[in-house]
C-alpha cells in the first residue's frame, strides 16, 4: 500500500511544477511525459503484482493484503491522478500523447467504477488467487534462484492474511465463480510446491531454507482453509434463493462495455450489427455446402433446411481431427509452417529472436478458456510467450471425441493463427516495442482480440490453405463463433438469455459442438463483456484498412498497414485510426 500522505504531498508538488512549466511552455507534451513516468511508477508500487507480471521486478517482494484499507489507497490513488490529469491541455499534446491521456482517463475511471460500483471483490471469490504473484517471479530470468527466492520469502509472509482478507471482503458470491476459485487455487497448491522444490537447486543457508519451507507450509495451510471455506460455503449457495445470479444486469454491462472496449460502437450497436453479420456468414456457408456436398456425399439428396444442409458437411468434416493424446504435439508442428508463409507472403516482420513456447496451460489457470497466448511484459521482452493448450487428460471419451472434432484439422489451423502466428504472439510483441510505455501497458482488448480475428481472415485471404472451400467453411464457422460471441455475452448479461437459448444459439445456428458450447456457456457465467472484443475488434480493424485501401489505391501495402498499424501499441482502434487516416488524407 503506498503511503498516503507521501502520495498527497508528492502528487501536490508535481502537479504544481507541471502547473507553473505549462505557464511557461506552450507545449505540454515535456511535462506530460514525466508525468506518465512518475504514474507508472507510482502505479507499480500501488499494483506490484501486475509490475512483476510486465516484467517490473522492483516490487517481487510485495504481497498487498486486499482489504478495505487497500480498496480505499487504491481509490484514492486514482482518483488523485484523475484530477492532476486536468491539468493537461489536450489540444497541445502530440497526437501519440493524446492516445496516451485518453488511454490514462479511461483506466482511471475504469478503475474507480470496478472499486465502488462494480464491486466485483464482493461476489467474485477467483480473484483472491496468489499464484500469478509468485510463478511470475519464481520464473523471472533477471536475477539468480537466491534472490527470487528471498523475494519470495518476503511475499509469504502475508499470504495468510490475504486470504484472511478475502474471506472477510466476500458478501454474497455467484455459485460460478465459487466453483472456479475452488478449482483455481488448487492449482495454486503446485506453485507453493514449486518454491519448496526451487530451494534444492539455490544455494542459500540451511536455515533460511528452512524458513522457507515453514513459510510455504503455513502458505500452503492458508490456501486449503480458503478452498475449504468456499467448500463449505457451496452448499448455501446452491439452495439459498437470494445467492448472487453470475448475469450482470444491463446497467453494469453497459458501463463496463463503455470502459473495456473504448470503440465508437455502443454495445446495443454492436450487437444488432453482430445479429446481421450471422445471417451473412449463413449465406457463405450454405453456398459452400451445397458446392461440396457431391463430393461427400454424391447422390443422396440435401436436406430441405438449408442450416442442416451446413450441419451435415460441418458434421462430417469434423471427423478429421487428431487423437486425444497428440492434441498438443499437433499444435507445435503446425507452429512452423504458419511461420514459413507468413515470411514467405511478406505479411508482418516477426522478430525470430523472440521465443514462441507452446505448453501445456498451467492449472491455476484452466477453467475458462481452451487455449490463450501468455506474453512476456514490456519491462521483459526476452521472455518466453507462452501458447497454452488444456489437455484432454481429464476429459471423458465422449467430452474429449466432442472438443477434438470442434478443433478438427481445419480448424486448429485458424485456433494457432488467432493465438499465436500472426495473432496474439505477433501484436503483443510489437506492442512491448512501443515508445509509449502507456500503451503497452493498458492495452486494448478490442484492439488486441481483433487483431487476432483480423489475422485470420487476412491469412485466408493470402492463400493460406489453398482456397480449400472446406477450410473456407471452417474459417466461416470459426468467424460465425466470434459474431456470436457477442450475441451471446450481451444476451446473457443484458437481455437475461436461458441456456436453453444459449445453446440454440451455439449448436443450432453457429454450429459448435456440444463441448464447446458447454464450455462458453461456462465462461460466459464467469466473464462478461470479454467476449464482445472478438468481433468488435475486428469490425473496426477490416473496415480502417478497407478505407486506406480506398485512399491509396495501388501504392496500398499490405505489410506496411500491418507494421504501422502495430507500431501504435495496443491502443484502441478507434485512436489507430484516427492517426492512420490522418496520414493518407
Same mark, same amino acid.
Given at each position: 500500500m503506498l503511503n498516503r500522505l507521501y502520495l498527497v504531498l508528492a502528487l501536490a508538488l508535481f502537479i504544481s511544477s507541471c502547473s507553473e512549466n505549462a505557464n511557461t511552455n506552450k507545449d505540454q507534451n515535456a511535462d506530460f511525459d514525466r508525468f506518465k513516468n512518475a504514474y507508472i511508477e507510482s502505479l507499480w508500487k500501488q499494483a506490484p503484482s501486475w509490475a512483476t507480471s510486465l516484467g517490473y521486478h522492483k516490487f517481487d517482494s510485495l504481497l498487498l493484503v486486499p482489504d478495505a484499507a487497500e480498496r480505499a489507497s487504491d481509490v484514492a490513488f486514482f482518483k488523485s491522478y484523475e484530477d492532476s490529469l486536468k491539468k493537461f491541455d489536450l489540444a497541445q499534446l502530440s497526437a501519440s500523447n493524446k492516445i496516451d491521456f485518453n488511454l490514462l482517463q479511461n483506466d482511471f475511471k475504469s478503475e474507480i467504477w470496478a472499486l465502488d460500483t462494480c464491486k466485483e471483490w464482493e461476489w467474485n471469490?477467483?480473484?483472491?488467487?496468489?499464484?500469478?504473484?509468485?510463478?511470475?517471479?519464481?520464473?523471472?530470468?533477471?536475477?539468480?534462484?537466491?534472490?527470487?527466492?528471498?523475494?519470495?520469502?518476503?511475499?509469504?509472509?502475508?499470504?495468510?492474511?490475504?486470504?484472511?482478507?478475502?474471506k472477510e471482503n466476500i458478501k454474497n458470491p455467484t455459485k460460478e465463480h465459487t466453483d472456479l476459485a475452488v478449482m483455481q487455487n488448487q492449482g495454486c497448491l503446485s506453485v507453493l510446491q514449486q518454491i519448496k522444490d526451487s530451494l534444492s537447486i539455490s544455494t542459500l543457508s540451511e536455515d533460511e531454507k528452512k524458513n522457507i519451507q515453514a513459510d510455504v507450509d503455513v502458505a500452503t495451510a492458508a490456501v486449503n482453509d480458503y478452498i475449504k471455506w468456499l467448500t463449505d460455503l457451496k452448499p448455501t449457495l446452491l439452495t439459498e434463493k437470494t445467492a448472487r445470479s453470475f448475469r450482470l444486469g444491463k446497467d453494469l454491462y453497459m458501463s463496463k462495455f463503455n470502459y473495456q472496449m473504448a470503440t465508437d460502437y455502443t454495445a446495443d450497436e454492436i450487437y444488432k450489427i453482430a445479429l446481421q453479420q450471422k445471417?451473412?456468414?449463413?449465406?457463405?456457408?450454405?453456398?459452400?455446402?451445397?458446392?461440396?456436398?457431391?463430393?461427400?456425399?454424391?447422390?443422396?439428396?440435401?436436406?430441405?433446411?438449408?442450416?442442416?444442409?451446413?450441419?451435415?458437411?460441418?458434421?462430417?468434416?469434423?471427423?478429421?481431427?487428431?487423437?486425444?493424446?497428440?492434441?498438443?504435439?499437433?499444435?507445435?508442428?503446425l507452429i512452423p509452417t504458419i511461420v514459413s508463409f507468413i515470411?514467405?507472403?511478406?505479411?508482418?516482420?516477426?522478430?525470430?529472436?523472440?521465443?514462441?513456447?507452446? +505448453? /501445456?496451460?498451467?492449472? #491455476?489457470?484452466?477453467?475458462?478458456?481452451?487455449?490463450?497466448?501468455?506474453? %512476456? &511484459?514490456? !519491462?521483459? =521482452?526476452?521472455?518466453?510467450?507462452?501458447?497454452?493448450?488444456?489437455?484432454?487428460?481429464?476429459?471423458?471419451?465422449?467430452?474429449?471425441?466432442?472438443?477434438? +472434432? /470442434?478443433?478438427?484439422? #481445419?480448424?486448429?489451423?485458424?485456433?494457432?493463427?488467432?493465438?499465436?502466428? %500472426? &495473432?496474439? !504472439?505477433? =501484436?503483443?510483441?510489437?506492442?512491448?516495442?512501443?515508445?509509449?510505455?502507456?500503451?503497452?501497458?493498458?492495452?486494448?482488448?478490442?484492439?488486441?482480440?481483433?487483431?487476432?480475428?483480423?489475422?485470420?481472415?487476412?491469412?485466408?485471404?493470402?492463400?493460406?490453405?489453398?482456397?480449400?472451400?472446406?477450410?473456407?467453411?471452417?474459417?466461416?464457422?470459426?468467424?460465425?463463433?466470434?459474431?456470436?460471441?457477442?450475441?451471446?455475452?450481451?444476451?446473457?448479461?443484458?437481455?437475461?438469455?436461458?441456456?436453453?437459448?444459449?445453446?440454440?444459439?451455439?449448436?443450432?445456428?453457429?454450429?459448435?459442438?456440444?463441448?464447446?458450447?458447454?464450455?462458453?456457456?461456462?465462461?460466459?457465467?464467469?466473464?462478461?463483456?470479454?467476449?464482445?472484443?472478438?468481433?468488435?475488434?475486428?469490425?473496426?480493424?477490416?473496415?480502417?484498412?478497407?478505407?486506406?485501401?480506398?485512399?491509396?489505391?495501388?501504392?496500398?501495402?499490405?505489410?506496411?498497414?500491418?507494421?504501422?498499424?502495430?507500431?501504435?501499441?495496443?491502443?484502441?482502434?478507434?485512436?489507430?485510426?484516427?492517426?492512420?487516416?490522418?496520414?493518407?488524407?
Open positions: 471469490p477467483s480473484v483472491y488467487n496468489i499464484s500469478d504473484a509468485f510463478e511470475m517471479v519464481l520464473d523471472s530470468k533477471q536475477s539468480d534462484i537466491n534472490a527470487r527466492l528471498t523475494s519470495l520469502a518476503k511475499k509469504l509472509k502475508n499470504v495468510s492474511a490475504y486470504y484472511k482478507a478475502a445471417d451473412t456468414l449463413h449465406a457463405k456457408m450454405i453456398a459452400i455446402s451445397k458446392q461440396l456436398w457431391p463430393t461427400y456425399f454424391k447422390n443422396k439428396p440435401m436436406p430441405t433446411n438449408e442450416l442442416d444442409i451446413v450441419r451435415k458437411m460441418i458434421d462430417t468434416l469434423s471427423y478429421q481431427h487428431v487423437n486425444r493424446d497428440s492434441f498438443i504435439t499437433a499444435i507445435k508442428t515470411n514467405d507472403k511478406k505479411l508482418v516482420y516477426m522478430d525470430p529472436a523472440k521465443p514462441l513456447v507452446v +505448453r /501445456e496451460t498451467p492449472l #491455476y489457470m484452466q477453467g475458462v478458456a481452451g487455449a490463450s497466448m501468455s506474453s %512476456p &511484459g514490456p !519491462y521483459e =521482452q526476452n521472455n518466453n510467450a507462452y501458447y497454452n493448450v488444456t489437455p484432454l487428460n481429464n476429459e471423458t471419451p465422449e467430452q474429449a471425441e466432442s472438443y477434438l +472434432r /470442434e478443433y478438427n484439422n #481445419y480448424l486448429l489451423q485458424i485456433l494457432s493463427i488467432h493465438e499465436a502466428l %500472426p &495473432g496474439h !504472439y505477433v =501484436q503483443l510483441m510489437y506492442s512491448n516495442q512501443s515508445p509509449s510505455i502507456i500503451k503497452s501497458v493498458f492495452g486494448n482488448s478490442t484492439m488486441i482480440e481483433g487483431w487476432a480475428v483480423y489475422s485470420e481472415r487476412m491469412m485466408m485471404e493470402e492463400g493460406w490453405g489453398n482456397n480449400d472451400p472446406a477450410l473456407w467453411l471452417m474459417y466461416y464457422k470459426w468467424n460465425l463463433r466470434a459474431t456470436c460471441n457477442t450475441i451471446l455475452d450481451y444476451g446473457v448479461h443484458a437481455q437475461g438469455m436461458t441456456k436453453e437459448e444459449a445453446m440454440d444459439l451455439m449448436v443450432n445456428q453457429a454450429f459448435q459442438q456440444q463441448a464447446e458450447a458447454e464450455g462458453k456457456w461456462r465462461r460466459v457465467q464467469l466473464t462478461s463483456v470479454q467476449l464482445c472484443s472478438y468481433f468488435t475488434g475486428f469490425r473496426e480493424i477490416y473496415e480502417l484498412r478497407a478505407e486506406i485501401k480506398k485512399r491509396m489505391g495501388d501504392k496500398f501495402d499490405l505489410k506496411a498497414f500491418h507494421e504501422k498499424f502495430l507500431s501504435f501499441g495496443s491502443a484502441p482502434v478507434k485512436d489507430i485510426k484516427r492517426l492512420m487516416l490522418e496520414e493518407v488524407k
